[in-house]
């Protein structure tokens, strides 16, 4: 079945540093891949999706791009805030049309002024 | 509104109470999911009602019964619950069973302590 899996964390980094957080997958075709964020205290909130392969999914200075050469899908920012801090989860469907989302492991990201 | 709400967002029950926690969503979704996550880890699947009919239940103890009144309502029962049923609870909505969409909206969840 479909699995996805994360770089482990967590990721400390300094205000204006550059983040990538490493997310790989293996599914049977090409689902849609997502970032979800989850904010200390919160649930969990789509940060940005992509539906097929070479797709760029952008959101809040945040940026992915689906590559199905190299069944990755990394999260990117040029330059993360205090406000960044959260954990974040790659997440693809599960195969079959369940409803099911696999999440993967989830890494935290700290960002010190 | 794309607002998911959760209530209570804390509770704290002995293992002989019953209790409930409500989740509500107005935005007309049709799918609505029963996430428990514990620290640090990612949320696990417990239940999906789609159309108001429950369409997964993954392999939960009967001690989580879960109750879709409406549309716009998913109640989870909760009884006899152990110490390690302790959790965070998400409740989360999608506008139809998720599939390849995935969009789904959460609640900020019930914080759940079972002592």
Avoid at chain 1, 33 to 49: A, I
Avoid at chain 2, 20 to 25: A, D, F, G, M, T
Avoid at chain 2, 45 to 57: A, D, P, T, W
Wanted: aromatic letters at 10%; glycine letters at 8%.
């Amino acid at each position: 079945g479909n699995s996805v899996t994360q770089m482990e964390g967590p990721v400390t980094l300094s205000e204006e540093a550059f983040l990538t957080i490493n997310c790989t997958y293996t599914a049977t075709g090409y689902p849609s891949l997502f970032w979800y964020v989850q904010y200390p205290g919160e649930g969990l909130q789509l940060l940005l999706k992509a539906t097929k392969a070479d797709d760029k999914g952008s959101n809040k200075g945040f940026e992915a791009t689906y590559r199905k050469e190299t069944t990755s899908f990394h999260l990117e920012k040029g330059s993360v805030q205090v406000s960044d801090s959260a954990v974040y989860f790659c997440a693809l469907p599960a195969s079959g049309n369940t409803g099911k989302l696999i999440f993967g492991q989830g890494t935290t990201l700290q960002v010190k002024p | 509104d794309t607002e998911v709400t959760q209530t209570p967002k804390h509770l704290v029950m002995g293992m002989t109470n019953k209790k409930s926690l409500k989740c509500e969503q107005h935005m007309g979704h049709r799918a609505m999911y029963w996430y428990k996550q514990k620290a640090k880890k990612p949320p696990e699947l417990m239940f999906v009602y789609s159309y108001e009919k429950l369409s997964i239940n993954e392999s939960v103890p009967s001690r989580f019964s879960p109750e879709c009144p409406n549309s716009s309502l998913l109640n989870l029962h909760l009884h006899a619950l152990q110490p390690e049923d302790s959790a965070l609870y998400l409740c989360a909505s999608s506008q139809e069973r998720a599939g390849g969409l995935g969009k789904l909206f959460f609640g900020s969840g019930t914080q759940l302590s079972v002592l």
